[in-house]
């Protein structure tokens, strides 16, 4: 909690209007101070102490009203008073305050027959001085004390008056904010339900679509291999073109099924190179694309904390991407390298990159910026690349403009100061 200024006892210099100006302004620092306030534990904390500033008082309490009782919540005094402790409002100075809607000044204790005394008298108390928060139906009370006589100025009063009424406001954005969280964390429950039986019925959805697709698939074997010549030749085309589609939602479902193993598999950690792995996905691409020619250049001594089997489906996938889109690119260029400032890795390519408005898409299961006549892709790379960075506690992101080459950052934990 922010310090306030401590208001200094007046001095004989000092006049009494020099004194209520000081106050004013700790006044406007407590008003400060207290619309930012977002629970009843910082409002009590700063009230307590801003009462007994405001007016020099030996003490303060916070009371609200609980039924019909008075909940001595908080204090701040030279010795114990009655925090924690619950009077009924008929007894008690708190509820006289609330239930007559209005301050009360009492000089000494002794003399006033609306005191009960025997709860007064192991106390220091001699005066006192209580206002209501919030003037019409009070929801609590401040009150002040002090050891020896002192009869309450209408300047006092008037301060504490006003510090009660800034008090309410903050106890009621307190309830707001309250609210409001309970809200935003009711609909993320919901949220996360809803995710978790989609989840769930897409898994069962995928694994029980292989087996009519399996079928499909025998079925569509045998009439190319007994009936080729009743098929004829657009007979023949049309049997082609269902099998690919066969083949596409396989490798669809497979993308399904392995997005699903990721989120939920046991993460081990290791010391992975990531410099050697990279460079041999990159031979590995070359041997299945000799055709190519495509200039590499990986960072030495790169070394990742990870798990070692799901980064290298990360390095598989960023590669293969910055492989295959910079296919059409006259001298396609391709690097891995690692920015030690912000603990982030990147791989980077030359090729047709793609328009930045559209980077939200390209982590979600299925989305793809190209068409698959352009480059062939099912789009669930970057999104299992995506669950695997956010399981190890990192962060993806990527750079690019339409044919200004692509560049995908990404960090595996919290970057550490
Ligand atoms: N390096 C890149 N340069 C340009 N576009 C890219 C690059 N990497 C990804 N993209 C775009 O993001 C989309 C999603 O990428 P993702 O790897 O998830 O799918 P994919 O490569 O199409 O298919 P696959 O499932 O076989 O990986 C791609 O379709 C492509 O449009
Ligand atoms: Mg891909």
């Not at 004829?232 to 392995?258: F, P």
């Not at 799901?310 to 059409?328: D, F, G, H, P, T």
Request: hydrophobic fraction near 40%; glycine fraction near 6%.
């Amino acid at each position: 909690m922010q310090q306030l200024n401590r208001l200094a006892a007046p001095t004989e210099s000092k006049t009494t209007d020099q004194h209520y100006i000081q106050a004013m302004e700790l006044l406007v620092e407590v008003v400060q101070a207290l619309s930012l306030a977002r629970d009843l534990e910082t409002i009590t904390a700063i009230v307590r102490q801003a009462a007994r500033d405001l007016t020099q008082a030996d003490g303060a309490s916070f009371v609200l009203k609980d039924g019909d009782f008075c909940f001595y919540v908080d204090e701040s005094a030279i010795s114990p008073l009655w925090k924690g402790r619950r009077f009924p409002q008929s007894i008690c100075i708190g509820g006289w305050c609330m239930r007559n809607q209005q301050p009360i000044v009492i000089p000494d204790v002794e003399e006033d027959e609306r005191i009960p005394i025997e709860a007064y008298r192991p106390t220091f108390i001699k005066s006192l001085l209580m206002v209501p928060i919030r003037t019409r139906a009070p929801i609590g009370a401040i009150g002040t004390y002090w050891a020896n006589f002192h009869e309450a100025t209408p300047a006092e009063i008037r301060l504490l008056q006003a510090l009660a009424d800034t008090t309410s406001v903050a106890l009621e954005n307190v309830q707001v904010y309250t609210e409001l969280e309970n809200r935003v964390r009711d609909r993320t429950a919901e949220l996360e339900t809803a995710n978790r039986e989609l989840e769930a019925f897409a898994y069962t959805l995928s694994h029980d679509l292989r087996t009519p697709l399996t079928a499909l698939n025998g079925y569509n074997y045998l009439l190319k291999m007994q009936y080729t010549e009743q098929l004829g030749q657009e007979g023949k085309s049309y049997l082609e073109q269902m099998d690919q589609s066969v083949q596409r939602i396989h490798a669809q479902i497979d993308g399904m099924l392995s997005l699903h193993r990721i989120k939920h598999a046991e993460l081990e950690y290791e010391q992975v190179d990531f410099s050697s792995l990279a460079q041999e996905i990159l031979a590995d691409l070359q041997d299945r694309h000799r055709d190519r020619l495509v200039e590499v250049a990986i960072a030495e001594g790169l070394m990742a904390a990870g798990d070692p089997v799901l980064l290298q489906v990360v390095l598989e996938n960023l590669l293969s991407n910055a492989w295959k889109y910079s296919a059409k690119t006259a001298a396609p260029e391709i690097e891995v390298g690692y920015l030690a400032e912000s603990q982030t890795f990147y791989v980077k390519d030359n090729g047709v990159g793609f328009n930045l408005q559209d980077a939200e898409k390209l982590f979600q299961p299925f989305q793809r910026l190209h068409n698959a006549l352009e480059f062939e892709g099912n789009g669930v790379g970057l999104a299992s690349v995506a669950r695997i960075i956010e399981r190890h506690g990192g962060r993806i992101w990527a750079e690019s403009a339409p044919q200004q080459g692509a560049t995908f950052f990404f960090t595996l934990a919290e970057p550490t100061p």
